[in-house]
């Protein structure tokens, strides 16, 4: 006992005196009186030190404040096994089944995620890209902020052969490797169907036209229209930030179009949960009055009355499949690019539900 006591106390002292400087290995081995390589290959979990010697080293190395030096590990790799991922906003569900997706997958290969927002701007956006880079993280994923009209900020990333992948926001350029819908077709699908509803006069809500799933929805729309003889009117577009709380004023600004307003497609299902508890206070009927369609197949698209409408939108596996793209990547052997211009089309679909349902 008199042993085991005076050992915890000079384990203490030395604890003490090493409190201002950085623990190594090298202390941990003089501590109990072993090798330095023997605590290394025990704390790399080496099959060659037995089980009641390892338990030794770890409790040592955690008693001493031992930090492993990932940094001089990851100069010897050329890794960082760190994945940045770039989103426009974080609190959207989307958003959020796509990090799950991406996390899956970084997780079983060894990997970690490093996450930061643009909150929708180009600034903040270029900002995020320059500390990932200076991070040296093994690859990005991003979703475009909806004002990013150039790509010249990810250079760095190509130059050094970097892999970077863009998901969903994959704006309109040409040598990408992106992961989306046809945000076209998904558009044109929901507007047909409130067209097949019996809708003549639809307002379709959709955030800057500058991104490229808000343009391509648009498209879409007016397509359904044409096909259907149908006038597209401007006025009936209304850009929002299609957040929750933009259905009160999207109300308001179709109530003062004084036209027979009979349908309303929104490019989210947050916003368009918004507009209808809207609608159903200023005594609109739903679909009996106004139609609505939403996007993304959140949650809440099931949650709110009536049950909403929506294009089902694949986040998570969206995010398993820009991921896995990326540390395939990673494991090639090759110093061989993503390939330029290539683009993974998921396959989205429309969920018909009770706030459309006319007939």
Do not use: W
């Amino acid at each position: 006992m008199k042993t085991a006591s005076l050992r915890r106390s000079f384990l203490k002292l030395n604890i003490i005196l090493l409190m201002d400087k950085e623990i190594t290995i090298y202390d941990i081995a003089k501590d109990l009186g072993v090798s330095p390589t023997t605590v290394s290959r025990a704390l790399n979990n080496n099959p060659a030190v037995n089980e009641k010697t390892r338990k030794k080293i770890f409790q040592a190395a955690l008693d001493m404040g031992y930090q492993s030096n990932v940094f001089a590990s990851n100069l010897r790799s050329k890794r960082t096994n760190n994945i940045g991922v770039i989103v426009p906003r974080l609190n959207s569900s989307f958003q959020s089944d796509v990090i799950a997706g991406m996390e899956k997958v970084a997780n079983n290969a060894g990997f970690n995620l490093i996450i930061s927002q643009s909150l929708e701007s180009k600034e903040k956006e270029i900002a995020n890209t320059i500390t990932m880079f200076n991070s040296r993280v093994d690859g990005l994923l991003v979703s475009l902020a909806s004002n990013t009209e150039s790509l010249d900020h990810f250079a760095p990333f190509i130059k050094k052969n970097i892999p970077l992948i863009f998901y969903d926001r994959i704006g309109n350029f040409g040598d990408i490797f992106g992961v989306t819908i046809d945000n076209l077709n998904a558009a044109y699908e929901a507007t047909n169907h409130l067209i097949d509803q019996g809708c003549r006069k639809i307002v379709h809500v959709l955030g800057n036209i500058k991104a490229n799933v808000y343009r391509d929805r648009l498209n879409g729309y007016k397509s359904a229209l044409l096909d259907n003889g149908l006038e597209y009117e401007e006025k009936l577009i209304f850009h929002s930030d299609l957040n929750e709380e933009a259905g009160a004023e999207i109300i308001q600004k179709i109530k003062k179009l004084a036209l027979p307003i009979d349908g309303l497609f929104v490019s989210n299902d947050a916003c368009a949960a918004s507009c209808i508890q809207q609608l159903k206070l200023e005594g609109y009927r739903i679909p009996e009055d106004i139609a609505v369609v939403g996007f993304n197949n959140d949650a809440i698209s099931r949650l709110v009355e009536p049950n909403i409408t929506t294009i089902n939108y694949p986040g998570y596996e969206m995010g398993e499949i820009a991921m896995q793209n990326l540390i395939d990547h990673l494991d090639q052997k090759s110093e061989s690019r993503l390939k330029n211009t290539h683009k993974i089309t998921l396959r989205s679909e429309l969920f018909i539900r009770e706030s459309s349902k006319l007939k």
